[in-house]
Every structure is written in structure tokens, then in C-alpha cells.
């Protein structure tokens, strides 16, 4: 309390307040007491005292006037209440009514369909909690609503919380599975690159060979053609020679020479030359 003595159980209003650390506040005799021991320096409240006392009249006031408010939003919401129970009331007496005159008269309405009517309205099991919660949100004071629907939404938090964490712990397992999976398939790879760089060196290996095998073939040609056609030369040479030396034969043992048959003909004719017989 601002205005309480500092001594102990004292009732009396502290309206001095001296310089003493926290500048404590006392009645008129005991601050006497105080200062005697204290040697401090006070100053009068009232001034404070009679503000205050002006506030909380008017805070009085307001709670007043909503106590007010409250009690005719209360008292409208009775006779509406209340009207509509008159209502209910004279409905339900006209309906005893058709019941008690039905059997004298024939177009009053049908005891059937009254008896449909009431089996219809089913009063006490009508949902009233919707009714409670708007006279709640309507009267109450204290908050009722708002902490409930406060509670009610940290209460969903918590499980959707709850489901995000499943979820969470879900996906992390998921990751780890699939981390895992991605280590197993780069080893693959790695080991796979490794097969494919030793059978492309095997290929580019045996590949070298089969073109040096080439090449060596190809040489070993050259020097065969080159050997075969000097062979040809020496033996194109030796038939010149041979020709010539037959030709020189054939003069000497007068044969004519028109027939006498040329080596590189024969070759290509089949037929057989034979010598002219001289003529005697
Ligand atoms: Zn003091
Ligand atoms: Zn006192």
C-alpha cells in the first residue's frame, strides 16, 4: 500500500514521507519516533494523498458504470428471454387448445400432426452450448472466452507441433537414408570409372599394337615390292638379250623374217611358230 506505515500492524495513514533510502513513508507519532533516531528530513503526501483518492473515485465510478451496463445488457437479454417464453407459452396454450376441441370439430388441426409438432422440437437436446458461448462472449468479464479459445488454439498448436516434429524426424530419417544411398552409388561409380579407365588403356594398348603391326606390314610390302621388281627388271633384261640372241639365230639360219615370231607376242598368242622351210 502506498500510503502504509512502515511501522509494523500500524492502521493509520502515512501522509509523511522522510529522505531515508526508499524514502519510507509513516503516520504523524510514528515518524516522531523515527526521526529521533534517524535525524532524516520529511515532506507531506496529502497533496499526493488527495490525487490519488481522486482516482480511485473515478476508477470506482467506471466500475460502476460497467456493473451498470452489465446488469441492462443482462436485464435486455432476460426479456428477450422472457418474450420469447411468452411466446412459447400462448403457442403452447392454443396448441392444448386444437388438442381439447379437435374431437368436436373436424377441420381443427389434427392430433397427428400435433403430436408431429412436438416430437420435433426436441428443446432440451438443441445445441445450447453455441447460446452459452455467445451470453459468455456478451457478459463476461473475466475473459472466460478468450482464455479458452486461447487454450483451445495452444492445444491445436501443440499438435500440429507435435505432427510437424513426426514429420520432421520423418524427413531427417528419409535424408539420412537417401545420403546414405548417394554414398553407396558414387562408390559404385568410382570403382566403375576405375574398370573403364583400365579397359580403355587395354583397347588403347591394343590398338597401338595393331597399327605398329600396320605399319610393320606395310614396310615389309614396300621392300617385297620393291625386291620383286627389280627381280622383274633383271628378268625383263636377260629376255631382251635372250630375244636378240634368237633373233640373231634365226637371221643366220634363214628364216624368213616376217614369220619370225616375237617373244612378247608369243606370249599372248597360243599358237605355235614354226620355221619356214626353205625353198630349193
Ligand atoms: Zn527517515
Ligand atoms: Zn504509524
Known amino acids: 500500500m502506498a500510503y502504509k506505515c512502515l511501522q509494523?500492524?500500524?492502521?493509520?495513514?502515512?501522509?509523511?514521507?522522510?529522505?531515508?533510502?526508499n524514502n519510507p513513508r509513516f503516520c504523524h507519532s510514528h515518524y516522531i519516533d523515527h526521526s529521533v533516531s534517524s535525524k532524516c528530513y520529511s515532506r507531506s503526501v496529502d497533496k499526493e494523498y488527495?490525487?490519488?483518492?481522486?482516482?480511485?473515485?473515478?476508477?470506482?465510478?467506471?466500475?460502476?458504470?460497467l456493473r451498470d451496463d452489465s446488469i441492462n445488457l443482462a436485464e435486455k437479454m432476460i426479456l428477450m428471454?422472457?418474450?420469447?417464453?411468452?411466446?412459447?407459452?400462448?403457442f403452447i396454450k392454443n396448441k392444448i387448445k386444437a388438442s381439447s376441441v379437435w374431437i368436436y370439430q373436424t377441420?381443427?388441426?389434427?392430433?397427428?400432426?400435433?403430436n408431429n409438432w412436438i416430437s420435433n422440437q426436441k428443446l432440451i437436446k438443441r445445441d445450447q452450448d453455441q447460446l452459452n458461448r455467445g451470453i459468455l462472449k456478451l457478459?463476461?468479464?473475466?475473459?472466460?472466452?478468450c482464455k479458452e479459445e486461447y487454450e483451445i488454439k495452444i492445444e491445436k498448436l501443440e499438435v500440429e507441433n507435435k505432427k510437424l516434429n513426426e514429420k520432421l524426424e520423418e524427413t531427417t530419417q528419409n535424408v539420412k537414408?537417401?545420403?546414405?544411398?548417394?554414398k553407396i552409388t558414387r562408390n559404385i561409380y568410382q570403382e566403375k570409372e576405375v574398370d573403364i579407365e583400365h579397359l580403355k588403356k587395354v583397347q588403347?594398348?591394343?590398338?597401338?599394337?595393331?597399327?605398329?603391326?600396320?605399319?610393320?606390314?606395310?614396310?615389309?610390302?614396300?621392300?617385297d615390292e620393291e625386291k620383286y621388281r627389280k627381280i622383274i627388271f633383271e628378268s625383263e633384261k636377260e629376255c631382251k638379250i635372250a630375244l636378240e640372241n634368237y633373233e640373231k639365230l634365226l637371221k643366220q639360219s634363214g628364216y624368213s623374217e616376217n614369220k619370225i615370231y616375237r617373244l612378247d607376242d608369243g606370249l599372248k598368242k597360243s599358237s605355235v611358230i614354226r620355221p619356214e622351210k626353205r625353198k630349193y
Do not use: H
Not at 377441420?107 to 400435433?114: A, C, G, K, Y
Open 8 to 21: 509494523k500492524y500500524c492502521p493509520e495513514l502515512a501522509l509523511i514521507e522522510c529522505n531515508c533510502p
Open 50 to 65: 488527495a490525487i490519488d483518492l481522486m482516482r480511485i473515485n473515478e476508477t470506482k465510478n467506471a466500475i460502476i458504470k
Open 81 to 90: 428471454i422472457n418474450n420469447c417464453l411468452k411466446n412459447n407459452l400462448k
Open 107 to 114: 377441420n381443427s388441426e389434427s392430433l397427428e400432426s400435433i
Open 139 to 145: 457478459f463476461d468479464l473475466n475473459n472466460i472466452i
Open 177 to 182: 537414408i537417401l545420403q546414405n544411398e548417394l
Open 204 to 223: 588403347d594398348d591394343k590398338l597401338t599394337g595393331a597399327l605398329n603391326k600396320i605399319i610393320f606390314l606395310e614396310e615389309e610390302r614396300k621392300k
